[in-house]
């Protein structure tokens, strides 16, 4: 009944590419196996176990500050989290350039819609949005300014400093979070004096980079996000 087709299943890696077997490709395979041995048993023993990933890490840099995080699932470009169906709640880093103050100079080199999509990732499964202060983003999907009331969605803003984790510049953030009551997060650090850098002197992958810390802090948060049907 049926024929071979009907085993194909997307790769367990990649998840876009259709795989007869669990990936699609050897580089996959590799990639996994690689992953895999992050998570092995410390005296040696041939049984790996699998890292219980409990949070994704979208829109975000391969070989970043999420790689190798424990309990924890990267999807960079090269994965293309727009796939990203779940369950677990989310970090997500979209590309703020169309965005931001400096979308009349950011072109199409990055896609507005990823963004988009991300804030549905977020109301769906739960976890936290990251984008510079003043992004357009809070206008055009009706998301809450930092003190505004929760959206429909139980959504709320909340402002922080990246300088606050070690950025080399103030660097405002807002940040959209959802399955967490309102202003319910890990304690934020101290604040820290104006560190005297500015995001216009910095470059692209210094003003891009999330501080080692920051992106420690957003996990936690996003771990705490649960939505419960009602």
Same mark, same amino acid.
């Given at each position: 009944?049926?024929?071979?087709?009907?085993?194909?299943?997307?790769?367990?890696?990649?998840?876009?590419?259709?795989?007869?077997?669990?990936?699609?490709?050897?580089?996959?395979?590799? /990639?996994?196996?690689?992953?895999?041995?992050?998570?092995?048993?410390?005296?040696? $023993?041939?049984?790996?176990?699998?890292?219980?990933?409990?949070?994704?890490?979208?829109?975000?840099?391969?070989?970043?500050?999420?790689?190798?995080?424990?309990?924890?699932?990267?999807?960079?470009?090269?994965?293309?989290?727009?796939?990203?169906?779940?369950?677990?709640?989310?970090?997500?880093?979209?590309?703020?350039?169309?965005?931001?103050?400096?979308?009349?100079?950011?072109?199409?080199?990055?896609?507005?819609?990823? /963004?988009?999509?991300?804030?549905?990732?977020?109301?769906?499964?739960?976890?936290?949005?990251?984008?510079?202060?003043?992004?357009?983003?809070?206008?055009?999907?009706?998301?809450?300014?930092?003190?505004?009331?929760?959206?429909?969605?139980?959504?709320?803003?909340?402002?922080?400093?990246?300088?606050?984790?070690?950025? $080399? /510049?103030?660097?405002?953030?807002?940040?959209?979070?959802?399955?967490?009551?309102?202003?319910?997060?890990?304690?934020?650090?101290?604040?820290?004096?104006?560190?005297?850098?500015?995001?216009?002197?910095?470059?692209?992958?210094?003003?891009? /980079?999330?501080?080692?810390?920051?992106?420690?802090?957003?996990?936690?948060? $996003?771990?705490?996000?649960?939505?419960?049907?009602?």
């Amino acid at each position: 009944m049926g024929g071979d087709d009907e085993l194909v299943k997307r790769c367990a890696w990649c998840r876009t590419e259709p795989a007869r077997r669990r990936y699609c490709s050897t580089r996959c395979r590799v /990639a996994a196996w690689r992953e895999r041995q992050r998570y092995a048993d410390v005296a040696g $023993a041939r049984d790996v176990l699998e890292p219980p990933v409990t949070v994704a890490a979208l829109y975000v840099q391969a070989g970043g500050v999420y790689d190798g995080m424990h309990g924890l699932d990267p999807w960079p470009v090269e994965r293309d989290a727009t796939r990203y169906d779940g369950p677990g709640p989310v970090v997500a880093h979209p590309p703020c350039g169309p965005w931001g103050r400096y979308r009349a100079i950011s072109g199409t080199r990055q896609r507005a819609d990823l /963004a988009v999509r991300a804030v549905d990732q977020v109301r769906w499964y739960g976890g936290v949005l990251e984008h510079p202060s003043g992004s357009r983003l809070w206008l055009a999907r009706e998301l809450p300014a930092p003190g505004e009331p929760p959206d429909p969605w139980g959504g709320w803003s909340l402002l922080v400093r990246q300088s606050w984790w070690g950025h $080399a /510049a103030p660097k405002p953030t807002w940040l959209y979070v959802v399955g967490r009551p309102p202003l319910d997060h890990p304690p934020l650090p101290p604040p820290v004096p104006d560190p005297g850098g500015r995001v216009e002197r910095l470059s692209r992958r210094q003003r891009e /980079a999330t501080p080692p810390r920051l992106a420690t802090w957003l996990v936690e948060l $996003a771990r705490g996000c649960s939505l419960v049907e009602t």
